[in-house]
């Protein structure tokens, strides 16, 4: 039998993640925050700048940074744990980068607007819709700036795992054996039966239908060539373009003895594979 081992569907994988999700993860991004909201505030105004003859500490404007920080982090942090599980768990690519930057600054935008009117009712101002704008855009320019700062590692260290640590468990019989993605070759089916070549040009049967690996290996280095094959890209030797719009792909190495060789991509598959591969 073989078991995927991820984020997203099992709890054995915890100790590698444990970087990312160990009690020091909040404090780190307070420290973060603390020193974005020092280094924004005392650029804001002359009087703030360092070095400035009428330097004075920019309290209010800090606390109300920091304040504002916390809340901005919280909305992302929120987002992130909700992308981590949905998507980034088994995928981390730019597309999914981007929706989780795009929705955070969206909710941010959704409670700029209505708490800056209410702030503004509160001390009795009365702010014109152009300083509204602008002040929203300035918010969202460091919204981008502060979250990209915050959660760059934790995306690399998913990425990470997604594509290099992530491993399967495959038990043959008596014996059990973990490999991890970047040590798979490709899976295969011949006569019902799916297998898993290694790049080492060894194989294990497995207890799962090619279907179910589909949905459960990360297809951002495999991709699942026609009924009988998915490949890993690194696997992949020469790519030919054949008649009818088709591809032949031919592997760094030979895989069964039964298999056909090269291997054919339909012209209906033809652009998601080179899509994939390119």
């Avoid at 005392?42 to 606390?63: D, K, M, N, V, W």
């Amino acid at each position: 039998m073989i078991r995927t081992q991820s984020t997203k569907n099992s709890s054995s994988k915890e100790p590698q993640t444990r970087h990312i999700r160990g009690p020091w993860r909040w404090p780190k991004k307070i420290i973060l925050y603390t020193l974005f909201s020092l280094v924004v505030n005392h650029l804001a105004t002359r009087e703030s700048f360092p070095g400035s003859e009428q330097y004075r500490f920019p309290i209010e404007g800090f606390l109300y940074s920091m304040a504002l920080c916390i809340l901005i982090g919280t909305i992302a942090e929120l987002n992130f744990n909700y992308y981590k599980k949905k998507y980034f768990a088994t995928k981390v690519e730019v597309v999914t980068i981007s929706r989780f930057m795009l929705t955070t600054l969206g909710y941010v935008t959704l409670l700029y607007v209505p708490l800056s009117i209410v702030v503004d009712s509160i001390v009795g101002g009365e702010t014109a819709f152009y300083y509204l704008l602008i002040g929203l855009l300035i918010t969202l320019l460091l919204s981008f700036i502060l979250i990209g700062l915050a959660y760059a590692q934790d995306i690399y260290y998913l990425y990470k795992h997604s594509i290099k640590d992530a491993e399967i468990t495959i038990e043959s019989g008596v014996k059990t054996t973990k490999i991890t993605y970047e040590n798979i070759a490709c899976f295969y089916s011949e006569n019902k039966v799916v297998y898993t070549v290694q790049n080492d040009g060894s194989t294990l049967s497995t207890n799962f239908t090619l279907n179910e690996l589909e949905e459960k290996i990360n297809d951002q280095l495999f991709f699942r060539a026609n009924r009988q094959m998915i490949i890993h890209k690194e696997a992949v030797g020469q790519v030919e373009k054949i008649q009818n719009g088709k591809l032949r792909v031919r592997l760094k190495l030979p895989v069964g003895k039964h298999i056909i060789d090269p291997i054919t991509i339909s012209r209906y598959k033809r652009q998601a594979f080179i899509n994939w591969f390119q």
